[in-house]
């Protein structure tokens, strides 16, 4: 069993930590887990940028926090910066009057599917913004006033990361592929298929895991299935879980034989997936897992560390990110950085209640595990746009 801080008797108190910095196999990452320094952070990488900006977000609003950066990115593009913006159709549903001044300044804006036909049912979840090909800020932020609002507000608790180094390359290479297929009026769905299926993230120790649909396993659940076969420490925080086949037979047998520990979502803004995470509780508890749940705000990190392998970026651990979505994970070994980030896991418990058998038994009354097996089955077969208007009262 893992031994670990208690968590919080009062969520409520939780405050997000600062920033902190670490330097892992040649790289300079900052781990961003606050929110408005995620928007400083994001302003001062697009007006530090000289020559280009690359970025792609699965959704930009026409609120407050969207008109600083995109207000930031015409300054860019007014002092001649190379600026790029992709974003994805059905995530932002793109407003044309907010992003014409944009491209009035001189930027490329795309839209990221929104053509009739099979891509269509594509949804990139990605967020990625590069500037100069040298520095990159990713995660599972969107660019919208809610991920950068603090928890007492009840903004999205979540991750920022800047990355300094010459893994940099491996993301400005994946980003000029997505903008191919994107500009590319008769790209078809065989196509992303493709590319998704033939992305080489190398066999080192820093690689970019790409999840997206293919006939074989992506490289980001390959990677997965992996680690957890040969791993005997977990811990993972994830704001969607609906694991199935191989990697959920896999996570059973790493907590019986090894310390899990799971940070889940007490709070949303999708209640389905709340339920279909409670499905599985009793089994992995029966398998000696530890399970935390989040309730100090929405929670939206994506983040694993299976022994010294760290991952981090877009994904959630669901059927949609593991085998539909276009997703982006960096898996990176190293042991420091493992430990630190360990130690971020503790601070969420600060947020968290455990839940324990005792607690897992008094919540599964028939009508919740009927109501948490049907939000499993939603979660698992349906978009994330129909299990928020059908979340069972969860």
Not at 14 to 26: H, L, V
Not at 176 to 195: C, D, H, S, V, Y
Not at 278 to 291: E, P, T
Not at 351 to 375: D, P
Request: proline letters at 4%.
């Amino acid at each position: 069993m893992v031994s670990a801080p208690k968590s919080s008797e009062d969520p409520t108190e939780y405050r997000d930590p600062d920033p902190f910095s670490i330097e892992a196999q040649g790289q300079e990452f900052t781990f961003f887990p606050r929110g408005k320094d995620r928007l400083e952070a994001l302003t001062e990488l697009i007006d530090s940028a000289r020559e280009s900006l690359k970025l792609f977000y699965y959704f930009f609003a026409s609120d407050d926090c969207g008109r600083v950066v995109r207000n930031a990115l015409i300054e860019a593009a007014g002092r001649g910066v190379d600026v790029q913006l992709i974003v994805d159709s059905f995530g932002s549903q793109p407003d044309e009057d907010f992003f014409q001044p944009l491209i009035d300044a001189g930027a490329r804006f795309d839209v990221f599917g929104a053509r009739i036909g099979t891509r269509y049912l594509i949804r990139n979840h990605q967020k990625i913004a590069i500037a100069d090909d040298h520095t990159a800020i990713f995660g599972g932020f969107n660019v919208t006033k809610t991920y950068f609002d603090p928890p007492e507000a009840n903004g999205w608790n979540d991750m920022g990361v800047r990355v300094t180094g010459d893994s940099v390359d491996g993301l400005v290479q994946w980003y000029e592929l997505l903008a191919g297929w994107t500009r590319n009026p008769k790209a078809q769905f065989r196509a992303m298929r493709k590319i998704v299926r033939e992305w080489v993230p190398g066999d080192g120790p820093v690689q970019w895991l790409i999840g997206g649909p293919s006939r074989i396993s992506n490289c980001y659940a390959r990677r997965v299935r992996e680690d957890f076969r040969k791993g005997r420490k977990l811990d993972l925080v994830m704001a969607y879980f609906s694991p199935s086949g191989t990697i959920w037979r896999l996570l059973q047998e790493m907590s019986r034989h090894g310390q899990t520990r799971l940070i889940m979502a007490g709070k949303s803004d999708n209640g389905a997936t709340i339920g279909a995470a409670r499905s599985l509780y009793g089994k992995l508890m029966h398998c000696g897992a530890k399970i935390y749940e989040f309730k100090a705000c929405k929670l939206h990190t994506k983040m694993l560390v299976v022994d010294d392998i760290s991952y981090f970026g877009s994904a959630n651990f669901d059927m949609r990110s593991l085998r539909l979505n276009l997703e982006l994970m960096m898996r990176i070994e190293d042991p420091q950085l493992a430990a630190r980030l360990r130690e971020h896991c503790d601070t969420l418990l600060e947020g968290s209640i455990h839940v324990t058998e005792e607690l897992h038994r008094k919540r599964a009354t028939w009508w919740n595990r009927l109501r948490w097996r049907i939000s499993w089955f939603l979660v698992s077969v349906a978009d994330y746009t129909i299990t928020r208007k059908l979340n069972l009262g969860l």
